[in-house]
T-cell receptor, first 111, second 114 residues
Framework: QQQVKQSPQSLIVQKGGISIINCAYENTAFDYFPWYQQFPGKGPALLIAIRPDVSEKKEGRFTISFNKSAKQFSLHIMDSQPGDSATYFCAARCCGSRLTFGEGTQLTVNP | DTGVSQDPRHKITKRGQNVTFRCDPISEHNRLYWYRQTLGQGPEFLTYFQNEAQLEKSRLLSDRFSAERPKGSFSTLEIQRTEQGDSAMYLC????????????FGPGTRLTVT
């Protein structure tokens, strides 16, 4: 059962633009929401994460917005750079255990 | 290097053969996770260990799959009688444990079953 839905599947932005990736979840027991960045042939790398008692978290150019009532969260990448071109995965975790991942968004930042 | 390491990075095997992968977690991380990732998909949970105890297994983990973490440090994942559908990236992650701590992933082992 797909418990975390991610959109869009692919995204193309110009250098300096804002990249926005959205995720929605069903399980209200989820208590931790990380975002991972993955380059081809590499393992996922943790980018930023948020807890449900916070509505926004910012680290450098990366911001997570969280809407608990809507069961949605999103990643914003400000001033997108060609080096940000990668696949991004949202994830959610319940009860200190496994991560459930979205299907991924392939981001391309054109120079 | 203080990250999660996995060995081998690539494995090509013929259908029906057995394969074993190894994961070395970040030092002092007591939780270790195995995930499987197929092309174009997000990682899917297989199993996890708290120290040497295997606490949870996914329905994806058929009886051909077995995982161990004998001394609570490194872990092995064995696939017996491999099938073409087993072709995937096998990822290992580790954490210190606790409610909100992060899972750090290794580079993965790419398995190709011919």
């Amino acid at each position: 059962q797909q418990q975390v839905k991610q959109s869009p599947q692919s995204l193309i932005v110009q250098k300096g633009g804002i990249s926005i990736i959205n995720c929605a979840y069903e399980n209200t027991a989820f208590d931790y929401f990380p975002w991972y960045q993955q380059f081809p042939g590499k393992g996922p790398a943790l980018l930023i994460a948020i807890r449900p008692d916070v509505s926004e978290k910012k680290e450098g150019r990366f911001t997570i917005s969280f809407n608990k009532s809507a069961k949605q969260f999103s990643l914003h990448i400000m001033d997108s750079q060609p080096g940000d071109s990668a696949t991004y995965f949202c994830a959610a975790r319940c009860c200190g255990s496994r991560l459930t991942f979205g299907e991924g968004t392939q981001l391309t930042v054109n120079p | 290097d203080t990250g999660v390491s996995q060995d081998p990075r690539h494995k090509i095997t013929k259908r029906g053969q057995n394969v074993t992968f190894r994961c070395d977690p970040i030092s002092e991380h007591n939780r270790l996770y195995w995930y499987r990732q197929t092309l174009g998909q997000g990682p899917e949970f297989l199993t996890y260990f708290q120290n040497e105890a295997q606490l949870e297994k996914s329905r994806l983990l058929s009886d051909r799959f077995s995982a161990e973490r004998p001394k609570g440090s490194f872990s092995t994942l064995e696939i017996q009688r491999t099938e073409q559908g087993d072709s995937a990236m096998y990822l290992c992650a580790s954490t210190q444990g606790g409610r909100f701590d992060e899972q750090y992933f290794g580079p993965g082992t790419r398995l190709t079953v011919t």
